[in-house]
């Protein structure tokens, strides 16, 4: 598996989980449950994507502006979860808030897929797509199971 592969698994969850959330009802359990789970999925990848991604990426000329803009999309998204933090899950704001949410973590991803990894697959060898794929999942496995947050917005 390479770091491209590796990435998609979690924009892979991250789209399912936004996606459950708006079609669940108020402040249901199930609503809570699936923001618990989209929010700690959001910082335990961001936090193993920069470092063995987008840190890598700023080496290069050709991805340093991109992956600036990954990690700044990355905070956006942490200030998007801070604010529903501060609502109720049953109020039409939070709803609202939450489709902005899901619209910054889609237009991410697509930034992702479909702009930097063309780029990244430019700059990067094949032993370095491998080696950090290895180090990106066992550093997402370390923050995804851990009970620490890992950015400010985890709550």
Do not use: C
Request: aromatic share 10%.
């Amino acid at each position: 598996m390479d770091i491209f592969e590796a990435l998609r698994l979690s924009h892979d969850t991250q789209r399912t989980l936004a996606t459950q959330i708006l079609e669940t009802q108020g402040a249901s359990p199930e609503r809570g449950g699936l923001f618990r789970q989209l929010k700690h999925e959001l910082a335990a990848h961001a936090a193993a994507e920069e470092r063995f991604f987008y840190r890598v990426l700023i080496e290069f000329d050709s991805t340093m502006a991109q992956a600036r803009h990954g990690m700044a999309e990355h905070h956006e998204m942490d200030e998007f979860v801070t604010e529903l933090n501060k609502l109720e899950m049953s109020s039409p704001a939070w709803i609202a808030h939450f489709r902005k949410l899901r619209d910054k973590v889609f237009h991410h991803l697509e930034d992702e897929e479909h702009a930097i990894f063309q780029l990244a697959g430019k700059s990067l060898t094949g032993k370095q797509k491998t080696s950090l794929a290895k180090d990106y999942e066992e550093a997402f496995a370390s923050f995804r199971l851990g009970e620490m947050p890992v950015n400010s917005a985890e709550g």
